[in-house]
């Protein structure tokens, strides 16, 4: 990746209300793997744990919120929110053109995302699925989509 792509385009990767640490440390394995510039949880704070065996929360930085309102207000500047929630106003991952800055928020498996964040949401994305996945795993698609070479990045 070159410096010039580096300073224009960003993105971090989150979960709100994380049920378990072990999903969290998968995430931010992956996150580290694939590019993600920050990683961060809203609600329950993260547990050290031996998934993630990268010790990603060592080489990237990690925030934490308590609340979804503490979380949107310190927002990067020009990022957009993308939640990840199985909604009917949702856009298919399939067809969905990625910010170029952004930041990815996810759900708990047994609650997804608050309504108060599918309504902050810049945009809302969703992917085949007959039931929710596990948010390890959906983070995960959601960055591999993300890095597929494709014309679909949005020139902001």
Same mark, same amino acid.
């Given at each position: 990746m070159s410096t010039d792509n580096f300073e224009h385009e960003f993105?971090?990767?989150g979960i709100q209300n994380g049920k378990t640490p072990e999903n969290l440390g998968v995430l931010w394995r992956t996150a580290q793997n694939l590019g993600a510039s920050f990683i961060?949880?809203? /609600?329950n704070r993260y547990a050290k744990q031996a998934c993630d065996t990268h010790? &990603?929360? *060592? &080489?990237? #930085?990690?925030f934490h919120y308590d609340t979804f309102e503490?979380?949107? *207000?310190? +927002? #990067?500047? /020009? $990022?957009e929110l993308v939640g990840v929630e199985m909604k009917e106003n949702a856009v298919a991952l399939e067809t969905f053109t990625h910010p170029r800055r952004c930041v990815y928020l996810l /759900? $708990?498996?047994d609650? /997804? +995302?608050?309504r108060v964040a599918c309504d902050k949401a810049h945009h809302l994305v969703q992917f085949k699925s007959i039931k929710s996945l596990n948010v390890a795993v959906a983070g995960s698609i959601v960055m591999y989509d993300r890095n597929l070479p494709k014309p679909r990045m949005h020139k902001k």
């Open positions: 993105f971090g990767i961060f949880t809203i /609600g010790h &990603a929360v *060592k &080489a990237m #930085p990690y503490d979380f949107y *207000k310190n +927002l #990067p500047k /020009g $990022a /759900g $708990a498996e609650h /997804g +995302l608050s």
